[in-house]
T-cell receptor, first 115, second 112 residues
Framework: NAGVMQNPRHLVRRRGQEARLRCSPMKGHSHVYWYRQLPEEGLKFMVYLQKENIIDESGMPKERFSAEFPKEGPSILRIQQVVRGDSAAYFCASSPEGLRQGTQYFGPGTRLLVL | SQKIEQNSEALNIQEGKTATLTCNYT??????LQWYRQDPGRGPVFLLLIRENEKEKRKERLKVTFDTTLKQSLFHITASQPADSATYLC???????????FGAGTILRVKS
């Protein structure tokens, strides 16, 4: 049973470009969470999605960031017009039933570097 | 304001000793608290979950306590090994189901 998969593992972008981060949850999991981790800081929640729905995006910056989890295919975190401050590790996690019933399983992360 | 805090200084201990890590929180009333392990360049790995009505939880060499009066959780690794060296994160769910709030983590180094 494959774990949560994220790609790419490393992504380099120049300021102003777009970054697309992909997350395939564990088989049977329909809940996806995105977190961002800055150097020397803890993970910060960004967005929580279920298939085709955004449930909670309270941690997502209002501009330039968007997320989706289509009926088919991986969840995508999209960052438009990247700036140096977007450089961080972005982690995706999935769970089968939502947090009230259990925990979440993390992917290996995508490390974004903005030049 | 709401905070979740872990020791910012690294914990250095000798192999075989018990490591104790602390997680304190303020202005939260979590139904449960979780502990994760994170190795450099990797995602967090779930270790233990303890609910508000549980005082203690064990799993092999790991033990977690949860004191809702003190608003504190302690994480113990007994008979520590160099392979236990990692960053340990505590996390709580502040809103019953939508997200986890993480502490910044404590680095544990076990020396042989």
């Amino acid at each position: 049973n494959a774990g949560v998969m994220q790609n790419p593992r490393h992504l380099v972008r120049r300021r102003g470009q777009e970054a697309r981060l992909r997350c395939s949850p564990m088989k049977g999991h329909s809940h996806v969470y995105w977190y961002r981790q800055l150097p020397e800081e803890g993970l910060k929640f960004m967005v929580y999605l279920q298939k085709e729905n955004i449930i909670d995006e309270s941690g997502m910056p209002k501009e330039r960031f968007s997320a989706e989890f289509p009926k088919e295919g991986p969840s995508i975190l999209r960052i438009q017009q990247v700036v140096r401050g977007d450089s961080a590790a972005y982690f995706c996690a999935s769970s089968p039933e939502g947090l009230r019933q259990g925990t979440q399983y993390f992917g290996p992360g995508t490390r974004l570097l903005v030049l | 304001s709401q905070k979740i805090e872990q020791n910012s200084e690294a914990l250095n201990i000798q192999e075989g000793k018990t490591a104790t890590l602390t997680c304190n929180y303020t202005n939260y009333s979590p139904a449960y608290l979780q502990w994760y392990r994170q190795d450099p360049g990797r995602g967090p790995v779930f270790l233990l979950l303890i609910r508000e009505n549980e005082k203690e939880k064990r799993k092999e060499r790991l033990k977690v306590t949860f004191d809702t009066t003190l608003k504190q959780s302690l994480f113990h690794i007994t008979a520590s090994q160099p392979a236990d060296s990692a960053t340990y994160l505590c996390a709580l769910d502040p809103e019953y189901g939508n997200k986890l709030v993480f502490g910044a983590g404590t680095i544990l180094r076990v020396k042989s």
